[in-house]
Nanobody, 115 residues
Framework: QVQLVESGGGLVQAGGSIGLSCTAS????????MGWYRQPPGKQRDLVAH???????HYADSVKGRFTISRDNAKNTVDLRMNNLKPEDTAVYYCYALRSLQGYWGQGTQVTVSS
């Protein structure tokens, strides 16, 4: 079992920035992919960004150039820095980890962007 605890999030104005952090209960060396998904109200949960153990990164087109994902193997964390936020970025953000073909989710953290 991998437990994921998210922190960060909150209310921010459009154009502002905010950061999210996710801490895993086990060494991230054993986790092949870590990332962030988001679920806007009434919509499905979609990938925002993920980073592999080797450092390969993928971003959703909607966040490219605005969001940055990073992974700290020493601290067992994966962070998401979100800049130039837009109202459409409003969602519950979930941390995700894939280990030995098993997926794990955090509890989610709310990000609200006001216009």
């Amino acid at each position: 079992q991998v437990q994921l605890v998210e922190s960060g999030g909150g209310l921010v104005q459009a154009g502002g920035s905010i950061g999210l952090s996710c801490t895993a209960s086990q060494s991230v060396f054993s986790i092949s992919i870590m990332g962030w998904y988001r679920q806007p109200p009434g919509k499905q949960r979609d990938l925002v960004a993920h980073i592999t153990a080797s450092g390969s990164i993928h971003y959703a087109d909607s966040v490219k150039g605005r969001f940055t994902i990073s992974r700290d193997n020493a601290k067992n964390t994966v962070d998401l820095r979100m800049n130039n936020l837009k109202p459409e970025d409003t969602a519950v953000y979930y941390c995700y980890a894939l280990r030995s073909l098993q997926g794990y989710w955090g509890q989610g953290t709310q990000v609200t962007v006001s216009s």
